[in-house]
């Protein structure tokens, strides 16, 4: 496998995770002006405060917590995968550690 692939193939996505205790550190996998996926990683007892955003994609790779889209809410489990449509509030709050995949495009 060429270097070249390493920027698209990723082995252990798990290990790119940040944790920091000033909160969620996102880190790119892709950053294009027109589409973005990062793995994120969150302390257990941290939270992403709800805002609103552009239509994105959360894929939950390990941990467990609550996520808020509107005025719903939804566990955060490994496997579980959460869409929300542009302009909706997103938020999340973390019981264990947590780690997941975003995506958001334009």
């Known amino acids: 496998m060429s270097d ?3 920027q698209f193939y990723f082995v252990d996505t798990k290990a790119k995770a940040v944790f920091s205790e000033g909160g969620p550190k996102p880190q790119f996998l892709i ?3 027109k589409f973005k ?3 994120v990683g969150l302390e257990a007892g941290g939270q ?3 805002h609103p955003g552009e239509a994105a994609m959360y894929h939950f790779l390990e941990g467990t917590g609550l996520m808020t889209v509107g ?3 939804f566990e955060i489990k490994p496997g579980v995968t959460v869409v929300v449509p542009s302009g909706v509030k997103r938020g999340m709050n ?3 550690r947590i ?3 975003g995506s ?3």
Do not use: H, Q, R
Request: hydrophobic share 40%.
């Open 4 to 6: 070249t692939n390493s």
């Open 31 to 33: 950053d294009t002006p």
């Open 37 to 39: 996926a990062l793995v």
């Open 48 to 50: 992403i405060p709800a």
């Open 71 to 73: 005025e719903d809410a």
């Open 94 to 96: 973390a019981k264990t």
């Open 99 to 101: 780690i997941f995949l």
């Open 104 to 106: 958001k495009g334009e």
